[in-house]
T-cell receptor, first 113, second 116 residues
Framework: DQQVKQNSPSLSVREGRISILNCDYT??????FLWYKKYPAEGPTFLIS?????DKNEDGRFTVFLNKSAKHLSLHIVPSQPGDSAVYFC????????????FGKGTKLTVNP | KAGVTQTPRYLIKTRGQQVTLSCSPI?????VSWYQQTPGQGLQFLFE???????NKGNFPGRFSGRQFSNSRSEMNVSTLELGDSALYLC???????????????FGPGTRLLVL
């Protein structure tokens, strides 16, 4: 049973526009959420995180929104750049949980010039 | 500061063989976690080692094992390889302090294992 779901395997946007990547989770015990970006032939790179006590966290062009009641989070990239083209993974943690990080299956973002 | 390194980067084995993968964490990091990435299942947590002890474990069979050395380097072993073990194996390191569950993990480039 998948606890973290990224229902869109791929997303394509134009350069300069907003990219919105979505993530849903089922485990209400998750209290910390992260987004990682992965380029081919490289390991995932941490992008941004959010604690369950917040509903928004911003870092430059990247903003993560958390809706606890809907068990949904989203990553907004504004403006999108061609270098943002990568696979984005949503991940979740729970204090005291047995798994270090629970990942979604990823969304491949393509930003076209 | 050097990043997380993994060796080898690529490996081809046949069914029934065993394999050992190595991970060197960022200097000063005491926690090493291992993940398996496959196209169908995404990234799945295998286990975490901290100060030479397994601290967390995911839902993988006993054929998957690991260990950590006093210098925090870690090895992962898979015995009796199956075709389904073909995957990218990623290791990640973090400081591993008291607030470890919210620490950023830094990933290595991975070892791509192909089982024939």
């Amino acid at each position: 049973d998948q606890q973290v779901k990224q229902n869109s395997p791929s997303l394509s946007v134009r350069e300069g526009r907003i990219s919105i990547l979505n993530c849903d989770y089922t485990n209400s015990m998750f209290d910390y959420f992260l987004w990682y970006k992965k380029y081919p032939a490289e390991g995932p790179t941490f992008l941004i995180s959010i604690s369950s006590i917040k509903d928004k966290n911003e870092d430059g062009r990247f903003t993560v929104f958390l809706n606890k009641s809907a068990k949904h989070l989203s990553l907004h990239i504004v403006p999108s750049q061609p270098g943002d083209s990568a696979v984005y993974f949503c991940a979740a943690q729970t204090q005291g949980g047995s798994e270090k990080l629970v990942f979604g299956k990823g969304t491949k973002l393509t930003v076209n010039p | 500061k050097a990043g997380v390194t993994q060796t080898p980067r690529y490996l081809i084995k046949t069914r029934g063989q065993q394999v050992t993968l190595s991970c060197s964490p960022i200097s000063g990091h005491r926690s090493v976690s291992w993940y398996q990435q496959t196209p169908g299942q995404g990234l799945q947590f295998l286990f975490e080692y901290f100060s030479e002890t397994q601290r967390n474990k995911g839902n993988f069979p006993g054929r998957f094992s690991g260990r950590q050395f006093s210098n925090s380097r870690s090895e992962m072993n898979v015995s009796t390889l199956e075709l389904g073990d073909s995957a990218l194996y990623l290791c990640a390191s973090s400081l591993g302090g008291l607030a470890a569950y919210q620490e950023t993990q830094y990933f290595g480039p991975g070892t791509r294992l192909l089982v024939l």
